[in-house]
């Protein structure tokens, strides 16, 4: 009643408060453990976290109606729900990362290198950092020959560097609306198993950045996934964007195909990231 009370006054921003500390304060173990047992005590911090109910109740009718209940714990309500993610999703998926890494060193899970890539390049980026991105030139006829000339997809010639702050990692689907993925503050991942054009993207400064992993020296540029990136970037900004290709440090990334044509050239810079593997990450790799 306290907590309602709160909320009813207008003060509901020390409630958030206080689930976001019993969310950071509740260790992974601990979860497990409130939602294994069944704790009453209202001064326990599983009562802030989980309740119990029933969701099989027999009728006066049914044989079962005088047997014992068989209680269940659950997420007492989405905001926690939300809470425990924010404070715990990271550090999950970090674990999930070094997992897939070892089972990546056995020779026949070869094929799992790409997944592997894409979610440790997914976790590196989106705890930020500062980063390099090199431009990528494309051979183009000149308009006047038959030859062409390596000519560059972005307004600079060298490297540039930008500074990403941590981001929150959100999910997204192509039902969800454009308004939607246009904060800052996240780093958007399809959730579709196999998203052909883009891995990620997310807003930095005025520009939106659009993320592809890969393993190989090229990649397939699928013109319909690219406008819906471009549509969901320009839905915040209305500008020209970046499209960067996240390699492993020391490997050369050649081309896409089909090159990126003159349109797609005018709504995005290309760009490749290096990124380093830290010692005794058993990738294996092609």
Known sequence: MRTLALVLSG????????ISMAAVQTKPRDLRNFAASNLEAVTDASHTIVTTWHPKQPQPNESKYLSDDIP???????????????AHGKAIYSKLVHLLAIFSSIPEARASAGWIWEHWANAQISGGGDFILKPITFKQPTGTTTQSEPTSASDTTGPISIRIPPL???????????????????????????????????????????LQMTL??????????????????Q???ETQH????V???????????????????????????????PPGMCLFLP
């Open 235 to 237: 839905a915040r900004k």
């Open 247 to 277: 390699v492993r440090k020391g490997h050369t990334f050649k081309n896409f195909k089909p090159t990126p044509t003159p349109i797609q050239q005018k709504r995005f810079r290309f760009f490749t990231l290096e990124l380093e593997l």
């Open 168 to 210: 929150k990692i959100s999910l997204f689907d192509v039902k969800t609306r454009l308004s939607v993925t246009c904060n800052s503050d996240y780093y958007f991942i399809p959730a579709s198993k196999n998203n052909a054009t883009f891995d990620a993207f997310f807003h930095h400064k005025d520009n939106g950045i659009g």
């Open 72 to 86: 269940e714990q659950v997420i007492v309500s989405p905001i926690v729900m939300s809470a425990l993610l924010h």
């Open 242 to 245: 970046i499209y960067v290709v």
């Open 11 to 18: 003060n509901s921003e020390i409630v958030d408060k206080k």
């Open 216 to 233: 190989s020296d090229n990649h397939s540029l699928n013109a319909d996934g690219l406008k819906k990136l471009y549509d969901r970037l």
